[in-house]
Antibody
Framework: EVQLVDSGGGLVQPGGSLRLSCAASRLIFSSYWMTWVRQAPGKGLEWVATLNQDGSERYYVDSVKGRFTISRDNTKNSLYLQMNSLRAEDTAVYYC??????????????????WGQGTLVTVSS | DIQMTQSPSSLSASVGDRVTITCRASQSISTYLNWYQQKPGKAPKLLIYAASSLQSGVPSRFSGSGSGTDFTLTISSLQPEDFATYYCQQSYSTPMYTFGQGTKLEIK
């Protein structure tokens, strides 16, 4: 069974930093785009960042640009999210997910097939 | 940016009911639309991809339809385990994505 394990969450003061990790097992990690999604308490899902297979292409939601960095180490089957200048509004459960690519009749479809269990980040003084 | 709007935001239904949830995109997204189910304290689970393709292992009572800007998720006969929150997601603007705000399905 494919497994993604999120870790690294915790309590941090506003303006502080935190690094999240996502460890992948039993899947071909290096062949897939990976992504982070977050969910504030009692709120919906929000896409945060996506990274391509070799780490050369990064995409972010506007609210985290310049503060968060997504990266990966394919030798360790691991995905990371470095979060700097944290704000109260960054408080959320953060999930990593594997992006699956499906090609059908000239169309390329992408969806989040496997998810980690989530790790809670709380930004508060 | 593409905005996704789900309706209703919450829904009460009984076991055995047929339920439909709607998702509307702010611009045409062809069939680049996925549906997820989330239960409290758990990660989301993929149900439907490419608007109407059922993910492996998902019961056939779940179905999706639509293209362009209007999409629906239908549960043909609600089971107790189906009470959860459902999210649509557009992948037209991949590798950037947008989710709908969610529809909470509760027991009547």
């Amino acid at each position: 069974e494919v497994q993604l394990v999120d870790s690294g969450g915790g309590l941090v003061q506003p303006g502080g930093s935190l690094r999240l990790s996502c460890a992948a097992s039993r899947l071909i990690f290096s062949s897939y785009w990976m992504t982070w999604v977050r969910q504030a308490p009692g709120k919906g899902l929000e896409w945060v960042a996506t990274l391509n297979q070799d780490g050369s292409e990064r995409y972010y939601v506007d609210s985290v640009k310049g503060r968060f960095t997504i990266s990966r180490d394919n030798t360790k089957n691991s995905l990371y999210l470095q979060m700097n200048s944290l704000r109260a509004e960054d408080t959320a459960v953060y999930y990593c997910a594997r992006v699956h690519h499906y090609y059908d009749s000239g169309s390329h479809h992408y969806y989040f097939e496997y998810w980690g269990q989530g790790t809670l980040v709380t930004v508060s003084s | 940016d593409i905005q996704m709007t789900q309706s209703p935001s919450s829904l009460s239904a009984s076991v055995g009911d047929r339920v439909t949830i709607t998702c509307r995109a702010s611009q045409s997204i062809s069939t680049y639309l996925n549906w997820y189910q989330q239960k409290p304290g758990k990660a989301p689970k993929l149900l439907i991809y490419a608007a109407s393709s059922l993910q492996s292992g998902v019961p056939s009572r779940f179905s999706g339809s639509g293209s362009g800007t209007d999409f629906t998720l239908t549960i043909s006969s609600l089971q107790p385990e189906d009470f959860a929150t459902y999210y649509c997601q557009q992948s037209y603007s991949t590798p950037m994505y947008t989710f709908g705000q969610g529809t909470k399905l509760e027991i009547k």
